[in-house]
């Protein structure tokens, strides 16, 4: 369904008895502004309640702050076209998604706090007078399947899915082999590969479906955790009112992202896995080149990349060359478990946000290749090019 039109059609009997003034239909003025009521049981009185945009594939600010008061609270505002917000409860301790527009909303949960992390978790949320979050909940209702899907192919592979997790870690190429040649391993991974052919097409599809209005760019933001210049047709596929729209134009940015090849580096300090900051410049000292590296542990492109990282290190790290990972992780422990995993015999720090923001990483992985002077020579330099780029810049 691309548009959707509403008309309405009067029909006129008895036309001698009906003037004019009671023919015309009178047609109700959209509302210019929304209400947005929250009544949430269980919920303790002064807890914060955060408006934060969603589907912006980065970390963006509150756009309004309000505490609960017997478990109810209102935001109010206007909006050009319908968008995706969470409703942040307790400082991050718990959300709720819905899709606002100019209308009257109401927001109906029940909230149980952990007394273990004091996480808010919601049961039983009802989301009425928003016909774009109806909408919404219609149409991506396939993914309830999807996670059916998941949790039966991965059914009964816990035992050597571990097995071979930990043959990876300890980098036990022999064990990695025979789990990897034996029938059970193989049948996962070729359901694995049916289930991801199925989300590519079921995101696709449904993407493709709304290319005329601002839902095409806004499913493609909810759909894929990042985008890759593979995306590029996706998004030129889009109508010109899809690509002006607001979600439109996020996207835009992320598909075509200005080049930041000649750009000086900022000097910026992050925590490493121990939770000691490290400042860049001290990394980089008496380094010819470094490789600024933004990774995710829920990136599989990224941990993929990671072996090539690994070649390049090895070959020429006595010759100059460095390389900085910096994970923009939200789940610090997932982080951590990913580091234990992957074995990186060099920095890796956790983004606090402002520093992906400053590279304006919109997709990852994101590399950016730095000179002794601090000056970005290069982007986006993986695998084989990456290797190419270091034996021109470090030929002995």
């Given amino acids: 369904m691309n548009t959707i039109k509403y008309k309405i059609f009067g029909l006129c009997l008895g036309l001698s008895m009906i003037s004019y003034s009671n023919q015309a239909q009178t047609k109700k003025a959209a509302p210019q502004s929304y209400i947005l009521e929250g009544s949430i049981k269980g919920l303790s009185d002064g807890t914060t309640i955060e408006l934060i945009p ?3 594939h980065s970390s963006e600010n509150a756009v309004a702050e309000t505490t609960s008061k017997d478990g109810k609270f209102s935001f109010t505002g206007k909006l050009k076209e319908p ?23 109401k927001v109906t949960a029940e909230a149980e706090t952990s007394k273990e992390n004091e996480r808010i978790n919601f049961k039983n949320e009802v989301v009425t007078g928003s016909k774009s979050n109806d909408y919404f909940k219609k149409e991506t209702a396939f993914r309830e ?55 590519q097409s079921s995101s696709e599809n449904l993407i493709a ?52 090849v000649g750009t000086n580096l900022s000097n910026f300090a992050l925590n490493d896995k121990d939770g000691k900051a490290l400042n860049v410049k001290d990394i980089t000292a008496g380094k010819k080149y470094i490789l600024i590296d933004f990774w995710a542990s829920w990136c599989g492109p990224c941990r993929k990349e990671i072996p090539n990282l690994k070649t390049a290190y090895a070959a020429y790290s006595d010759k100059g060359f460095e390389i900085l990972s910096i994970s923009i992780d939200k789940d610090q422990k997932a982080w951590l478990k990913a580091l234990g995993q992957e074995n990186m015999q060099w920095h890796n720090l956790l983004d606090d946000n402002k520093v992906s923001n400053a590279f304006n990483v919109k997709t990852i992985p994101a590399t950016y290749l ?24 470090l030929k002995s």
């Avoid at 968008?83 to 909303?105: A, C, D, H, Q, T």
């Avoid at 210049?229 to 075509?256: C, H, I, M, R, W």
């Avoid at 730095?370 to 810049?393: F, M, P, T």
């Fill in 209 to 260: 479906k709304h290319k005329a209005t601002w839902w095409g760019p806004f499913f493609m933001l909810t759909q894929y955790s990042y985008f890759t210049p593979d995306q590029k047709p996706v998004f030129e596929q889009f109508s010109e009112t899809a690509k002006k729209s607001y979600y439109g134009q996020l996207v835009e940015k992320e598909v075509n992202p200005k080049s930041l």
């Fill in 370 to 393: 730095v000179d002794s002077k601090g000056i970005i020579i290069s982007d986006n330099l993986r695998g084989a090019a990456l290797e190419e780029k270091l034996k021109e810049l």
């Fill in 83 to 105: 968008r995706l917000f969470y409703l942040s409860f307790g400082k991050n301790k718990g959300y709720i998604p819905v899709l606002i527009e100019n209308s009257k909303i």
């Fill in 145 to 199: 399947d999807l996670n059916n899907d998941y949790a039966a192919y991965h059914k009964g592979t816990e035992a050597i899915s571990n097995l071979y997790g930990k043959a990876r870690t300890a980098g036990n190429k022999k064990l990695m082999d025979s789990i990897g040649n034996s029938p059970e391993w193989k049948k996962f991974e070729a359901d694995e590969k049916a289930f991801f052919a199925k989300v």
């Fill in 54 to 56: 969603g589907a912006i």
